[in-house]
């Protein structure tokens, strides 16, 4: 059961690549960025696309347990940081970022069970 989990948070993180590899710019608003000119799209693509993807594509196929929490670990990183940034740094806390942190937290647990 728990590589059945841990795939569908890996398959859960290739999807969140492929949008921001296919879609940046309407990526871009659901999270809240405002990228600045042509290159801003493309490092949207880049980083968010290519980037989560290649990494979520080959913890995919290799299904080893360390490259699971590999990437738990990094979703795990952003819940963290999100959820300390919000509340004490950036006076940013709101549904949508709750919501993120959750997700957040959620995939962490799928890729680290």
């Given at each position: ?7 569908i948070g890996a398959?859960i993180t290739?999807?969140f690549?492929?949008w ?5 710019a309407?990526f871009a ?8 000119k ?5 490092e949207?693509?880049a980083t968010?696309?290519g980037?989560i993807?290649g ?8 299904q080893?347990?360390l490259l ?13 940081v999100?959820?300390v940034?919000?509340?004490?740094i ?5 549904k949508k970022n709750?919501?993120?942190?959750f997700?957040?937290?959620?995939v962490?647990?799928l890729?680290?069970?």
């Open positions: 059961m728990g590589i059945i989990l841990n795939l398959i290739i999807f690549g492929l921001a590899l296919v879609q940046p309407k608003r659901a999270i809240s960025l405002t990228p600045y042509e290159s801003g799209i493309t949207i693509r968010y696309g980037w993807l990494l979520s594509v080959f913890t995919a196929i290799n080893h347990e699971f929490y590999c990437l738990g670990f990094g979703w795990l990183g952003a819940g963290i999100r959820a940034a919000m509340t004490f950036d006076n940013s806390f709101s709750l919501y993120f942190v997700i957040e937290l959620f962490c647990v890729l680290m069970i």
